[in-house]
């Protein structure tokens, strides 16, 4: 088996700073809010993936059955000799873009989990000994500076993580991905369809509840780590969808009036009964749409593949 290289570029302490900025920004604004970044601690990564074996969550499904048929000729139209992943995780979809490209020299996993990234290696590797793995702890909304591997090189942003960007975050992260790419480079984006309002909120609000416990451990991680004291089963869970912004909003109803108290922070924060939190939006797309931002960001968009339902995207794009 041949070792991997592990690089990180966030501070130490990275990960306790950001949770204290965003907690402080998000609840001391009108309306309040929360990133969805913060749902993936150890419990929450379980739920998620809880989540997309949910019959109503469709996205995971969808978009690995077009990597099953797709990534053939997904290899043909780059040759890529590395894969880059961002916000890589456990790799587990990867493993299909792996087996597809023969000419496949390194892959770089991005991710801000360094435990997550040393297990999807020691897994790769057992299968794969031939494989270069350099993975980067960093932060993929963040200018990125990848290591010295053989281009060609695929750039992969899965899962329909960019719907949950908001639009100047996405303009910002997709002309990051376009600096990276150098003649010959290509970006493979997934991105989560514009459908029937009825389908997409059955995907964020399960019938048995899966989702309304994801959506509340953004409160644990904020317990644990700053020593609030949120009550989950002071808030209900509610997903909605925002037709205007082409988007589902998740968000937290507060039961009733109520007080939270932050020591980390010297934060009191109040909730009126009903008073809403956003955690997340999932932004949803057409051709047209995901065609318009990449060119604003200085991309073409060259191949764009569904699942025979029609549900899911995977585009491919090259710098202009």
Known sequence: MSPYELTRTLPEDATDAALRADVLHGLTQS?????????????????FEEITALDEYYPTRAEREILLARAPEIAAATGARTLVELG???????????????LLHSYVPVDVSGSALTGA??????????????ALIADFTKELVLPDTPGPRLV?????????LLPDERAGFLASVRAMLVPGDALLLGTDL?????????????????????????????????????????????????????WIEMRLRARRD????????DLVVTFEAGEEMRTEVSAKFTQAT??????GAGMELAHWWTDEAGRFALSLATAV
């Open 290 to 295: 995901v065609r318009s931002e990449l060119a």
């Open 156 to 164: 992969a942003f899965l899962g329909g993580t960019i719907g949950n």
């Open 88 to 102: 890589s995780g456990s790799s587990e979809k990867t493993r299909h873009l792996l087996d597809a490209l023969p």
């Open 194 to 246: 514009v459908k029937e309002e009825s389908v997409l909120v059955r995907a964020y609000d399960d019938a048995s509840g899966v989702t309304a416990a994801f959506n509340k451990n953004v409160l644990a991680v904020v317990d644990r780590e700053l020593g609030a004291d949120f009550d989950p089963a002071d808030f209900d869970h509610v997903a909605l969808w925002d037709s205007g912004q082409r």
């Open 121 to 134: 290696a020691d897994t790769l590797l057992a299968e794969r000994p031939d494989l270069h793995v350099h």
């Open 258 to 265: 109520l007080t939270v108290k932050i020591p980390e922070l």
């Open 31 to 47: 309306p309040k809010s929360l990133p969805p970044k913060w749902f993936y601690d150890a419990r929450g990564s379980e739920l």
